[in-house]
């Protein structure tokens, strides 16, 4: 999609092409749309938007549009604020010319990637990992933003410099081990009972194991929690 448009727009740039002109004002002149292209499309963001990147595919310097006294900018049918969008540029004097400029928004988050190559069954340490920016939606899995998530975890995987670290990279720690007492909560029909059960077995989080009761002596299989406790449903 993002490709048909740079055509099209490439094409009305050569119907609205006018004058020759030298190729150092044909570079000044592509800046300068470029920038006024950038700076009109981030003032119509919503402010959680404001620094997302915005990627404004003009053509080439080479091809000729003269400097213009003064650009008029506006959208280009729907205005899509999450992704593509096309911004019509006019120009008046000294000659008249439309151009109509794809643009991409992207809106980026920070994300967690490899400062430099990790071979499988590494464990991750601060000098492991850096911050990028990148839109979590454009990549193939969950996506980590804190370093505490992953410091002292172990790779699955390879992973090359400049990769993100996605969650499904990581071989998650057991986070109740057999023989440790661990809370067991009991819940359903708004109603919320905990009490202290003994694990059987090793656990991740979301993994069912089985647990006894201290109590009763009745052995449970439960649901491992991301804070160590158990859960069943009643």
Not at 31 to 47: C, E, K, N, P
Request: charged share 15%; glycine share 8%.
């Amino acid at each position: 999609m993002f490709r048909s448009l740079r055509n099209w727009a490439f094409a009305a740039a050569l119907i609205f092409y006018l004058a020759p002109i030298n190729q150092a004002d044909a570079g000044e002149a592509m800046a300068a749309i470029h920038s006024a292209v950038i700076q009109f499309v981030r003032q119509h963001l919503a402010g959680s938007m404001r620094n997302s990147e915005i990627a404004v595919d003009v053509p080439a310097a080479s091809v000729n549009f003269p400097t213009c006294t003064r650009l008029q900018l506006g959208y280009f049918g729907y205005a899509n604020p999450f992704g593509n969008q096309t911004v019509a540029v006019h120009c008046q004097n000294p000659q008249a010319w439309t151009l109509y400029v794809p643009v991409q928004i992207r809106q980026g988050s920070k994300i967690l990637i490899a400062a430099h190559s990790l071979s499988a069954d590494s464990i991750l340490r601060a000098g492991d990992i850096a911050e990028s920016v990148a839109n979590p939606g454009e990549l193939s899995g969950a996506p980590l933003h804190d370093p505490a998530q992953v410091i002292g975890q172990r790779l699955q995987y390879g992973v090359m410099a400049g990769q993100p670290i996605l969650r499904s990279m990581l071989q998650q720690r057991d986070l109740v081990h057999a023989g440790q007492l661990v809370t067991l909560v009991a819940q359903g029909d708004g109603v919320r009972i905990a009490t202290t059960a003994e694990a059987i077995e090793n656990g991740k989080e979301g993994q069912s194991i089985l647990v006894r009761n201290v109590q009763s002596g009745r052995v449970l299989h439960a649901i491992v929690m991301h804070n160590g406790n158990v859960r069943v449903s009643f």
